[in-house]
């Protein structure tokens, strides 16, 4: 009966995550539309929602191409381990006071931990391409995720100390209003290092398409490359749903079902600022990446957690 | 039962076959999948045991850290246009010996220490951090210390060549 429940979870992180994948695109073409003024996509379905159902059976028909010299095995089953852990850290997410589907005592660890699976996929897949431009790829994403991990888990761990517990449940039961600008300064740190660890634009420096084609999936196409799409776009909303969760108290001022919409709403407002940022801001240098994780946002990080720290004892 | 029979016999499969992989293999590549798959099987071994915290842990450390940078040495050792790297080994027996007889030794030792030694049900955090941070602060900060002193060690051994 677990084994079951485990399995349609699974099935239903698995759809989220695709069909969040879907109605992303779409919202992401229509943001970045707005952003340089024109109108995205408009006329396929009202206001081009349909665009995607076409892209998608596109994508899946498209040729499945393993270059010649690659390591076949790697190769082709590295991108399940790519998308895999994004799907599996969506488990532990509190989507309203009292429920997640996983309810565990390590939750927000588990949260952080599971996604580093990926990294060593993206390098794998990197590697396995045996393509200069896909091995440069991965050798940034990698750098990249694991420094932007740092600053990310001590912003975390600000609520955390708050908190007093690392189950995501107890997180939100605990969460007051007043901890929204208590903790605003980590909330700012965990979307920015959210943004570095999934990849995105200005932090896309391991996919730059001017000078590394796309960098650690240059040689991959059409469902294998989906995998690694959904991948991006799943780490997104997982992302934004645990900010909303963590920093944002949930469903709070709600419970029950209402709390729910209320968490996706706060989620979407998170996703429609990674967009925002993305569409605004230029691409960093890889050394400028570095320094500002490890010269501002980890110091600052700390200094955030000293406040947190200095107020629990003053309360 | 038949559940936690079923996913402690996947952990140890995964152990005995990524270990299995690593002592074989001669690519290197295949050797780091084989050694992910034996580190995320001891992950699922703490679990089966209620050892959340220490699984998480696990795959945090060891998969997310230790694992991508051996891939990571390897990666920016080897060119990539070289071909694949392999393990050459001109000692097998020697070495088989050598692994035998360290994980006996290791075996036995752990066999007479671990009894008595390990804290009582450390399945939560705060238990391993009450353990760590409490009686064994001493060890647990010297540790850090020797690790710090190894990665000071390493900067000086590489730095006179990569200055510009």
Redesign the interface.
């Given at each position: 009966m677990?084994?079951l429940w485990g399995f349609l979870w699974g099935v239903a992180a698995v759809a989220t995550i695709a069909g969040g994948a879907i109605l992303g695109v779409w919202w992401e073409r229509k943001v970045s539309a707005r952003i340089q003024m024109r109108y995205g996509p408009q006329q396929i379905g009202p206001f081009g929602s349909l665009q995607m159902i076409a892209d998608v059976p596109k994508l899946l028909f498209k040729e499945d191409i393993v270059p010649a010299l690659a390591?076949k095995a790697?190769f082709k089953y590295a991108p399940l381990f790519v998308f895999g852990p994004v799907a599996v850290s969506m488990v532990v997410i509190p989507f309203t006071a009292g429920w997640a589907p996983l309810n565990?005592?390590?939750g927000v660890?588990?949260f952080?931990?599971?996604p580093?699976?990926e990294?060593?996929a993206i390098?794998?897949s990197a590697?396995?391409s045996?393509?200069?431009l896909?091995?440069l790829g991965?050798?940034r994403a990698?750098?990249q995720m694991?420094s932007y991990?740092v600053p990310r888990s001590l912003a975390v761990l600000a609520i955390v100390l708050l908190a007093g517990s690392?189950r995501p449940l107890d997180v939100v039961a605990a969460w007051r209003w007043w901890w929204m600008p208590l903790t605003f300064v980590a909330f700012v740190i965990y979307f920015v290092a959210s943004i570095a660890e999934m990849n995105r634009g200005p932090f896309d420096i391991p996919e730059a398409e001017s000078e590394l084609v796309a960098g650690y999936f240059a040689d991959y196409s059409g469902m294998r490359w989906a995998s690694f799409m959904m991948a991006e776009y799943g780490a997104m909303i997982a992302a934004s749903l645990f900010g909303a969760a963590l920093f944002f108290g949930g469903g709070w001022p709600f419970g029950g079902a209402l709390g729910v919409i209320t968490l996706i709403v706060k989620a979407i407002l998170i996703m429609t600022a990674i967009m925002w940022v993305k569409w605004t801001f230029p691409r960093l240098r890889q050394d400028q990446l570095m320094s500002f994780c490890w010269k501002a946002l980890t110091p600052l990080a700390l200094v955030q957690l000293v406040v947190v720290g200095v107020v629990l004892v003053w309360l | 039962m038949t559940?936690e029979i079923?996913a402690f016999a996947l952990a140890a499969l995964l152990m005995l076959g990524g270990a299995a992989v690593v002592a074989l293999t001669k690519?290197l590549?295949?050797l780091?999948?084989g050694l992910?798959a034996f580190l995320?099987g001891v992950a699922g071994m703490f679990l089966y045991y209620g050892h959340?915290?220490l699984a998480?842990?696990q795959?945090?450390v060891y998969?997310?850290?230790v694992?991508?940078l051996v891939?990571?040495a390897v990666?920016?050792v080897h060119r990539?246009?070289g071909g694949?790297p392999l393990v050459t080994s001109q000692h097998d027996i020697g070495a088989a010996a050598v692994a035998f007889g360290v994980s006996g030794m290791l075996v036995m030792s752990l066999r007479e220490s671990v009894g008595g030694w390990l804290p009582e049900s450390g399945t939560?955090?705060s238990s391993i951090a009450q353990e760590l941070l409490g009686g064994h602060l001493v060890a647990f900060e010297l540790l850090g210390v020797l690790l710090l002193v190894a990665l000071v060690a390493v900067l000086l051994i590489v730095g006179p060549g990569e200055r510009r």
């Open positions: 677990t084994l390591d790697i565990t005592s390590v660890l588990f952080l931990a599971v580093s699976i990294v060593i390098l794998l590697w396995a045996h393509n200069t896909s091995t991965g050798l990698t750098a694991i991990e690392l | 559940l079923l690519d590549m295949r780091v999948v992910g995320l959340a915290f998480t842990a795959v945090f998969v997310g850290g694992l991508v891939v990571f990666m920016v990539a246009n694949r939560s955090g």
